[in-house]
């Protein structure tokens, strides 16, 4: 009996900067025999500046792009400000392909692991003001208490973060910038924390609601109280479209040790692209194209 054919799915990645190449390692760890197109709109971040029309239009460009121009067959929005406020706009946009946010999948992920049903959110000020991730856990029957973290991802992207969080060599020196990132981690922690205590909350887990919090998981990890759990969108992200390829191709052949096809997109600077998406990704960002999706 022959055994039925797996046709390799092509996945559409859309963040508006770096942070999503974070759910594209988490995606090219779970599903290395997919091909990926992955498109930062870095030349009209950050998001959270705009209107909610305006987020809608450019992701919905971006969305257009990887499903007509680069024949994606699933798209994944990696970006936390446009999956809160603009998801069914690009549903809307290619109504012919899954469309795959990361809150949805972070906020399942809380319900799996909490026993306490509260539940804590760390993300930018316009996740945060969006309350997404709250409604999005209510519909769970978690209470959410949200926290913005403006400063996170400046440090991020500056590098002011340990060595093992880059992937780097252990033997690498440890900058002291790290220790100004980790100090400014645990403010942020001890304030929700004891807002959360202040509401009569008993919370388990911690949301990472921004694609750029999963390089500073360690240092979240020392920070956070005993018996606490993570939950990376991205990792979740993943795991709901690897349940779709599943339902839709069935068992995918085993993976090879090849490196994944992989094609990157950007709106401006390439260099910066490659530079910075590099640390995101966990590997070389290379061959980077320039694309104009237009006003």
Not at 142 to 151: F, G, N, Q
Not at 219 to 239: K, N, Q, W
């Amino acid at each position: 009996m022959t055994e039925p054919s797996f046709t390799t799915p092509t996945i559409g990645v859309f963040d508006s900067g770096f942070g999503g190449l974070t759910v594209l390692r988490a995606l090219i760890a779970r599903a290395p025999q997919a091909r990926y197109a992955f498109i930062g709109d870095t030349a009209r971040l950050p998001y959270g500046s705009k209107s909610r029309r305006t987020i809608a239009r450019y992701a919905a460009q971006s969305a257009r792009f990887l499903v007509e121009e680069q024949g994606a067959d699933y798209l994944v929005i990696a970006c936390n400000t446009a999956s809160a406020l603009a998801l069914e706009d690009i549903k809307e946009a290619v109504p012919s392909v899954p469309v795959i946010g990361v809150i949805e999948p972070g906020a399942e992920a809380a319900h799996r692991a909490s026993k306490t049903r509260d539940v804590l959110v760390i993300a930018t000020d316009a996740t945060v003001h969006s309350h997404a991730y709250a409604a999005a856990c209510q519909t769970h029957g978690l209470r959410a208490l949200e926290k913005a973290c403006p400063l996170l991802v400046p440090l991020v992207e500056e590098g002011w973060v340990t060595p093992s969080i880059l992937n780097e060599p252990v033997a690498a020196p440890v900058q002291p910038q790290a220790a100004v990132t980790a100090e400014v981690v645990r403010i942020y922690l001890d304030e929700l924390t004891t807002q959360a205590a202040s509401q009569g909350m008993k919370p388990d887990t911690l949301v990472l609601g921004c694609t750029h919090y999963p390089l500073l998981k360690p240092v979240i990890e020392r920070v956070l109280p005993p018996g606490f759990t993570i939950i990376d969108s991205a990792e979740s992200s993943a795991d709901k479209l690897v349940m779709h390829l599943s339902r839709d191709l069935g068992a995918p052949p085993k993976p090879t040790p090849e490196d994944p096809i992989l094609r990157f997109f950007a709106t401006d600077s390439v260099e910066k692209f490659e530079r910075l998406g590099s640390r995101f990704l966990g590997r070389p960002v290379i061959n980077v194209q320039l694309v104009d999706l237009g006003g």
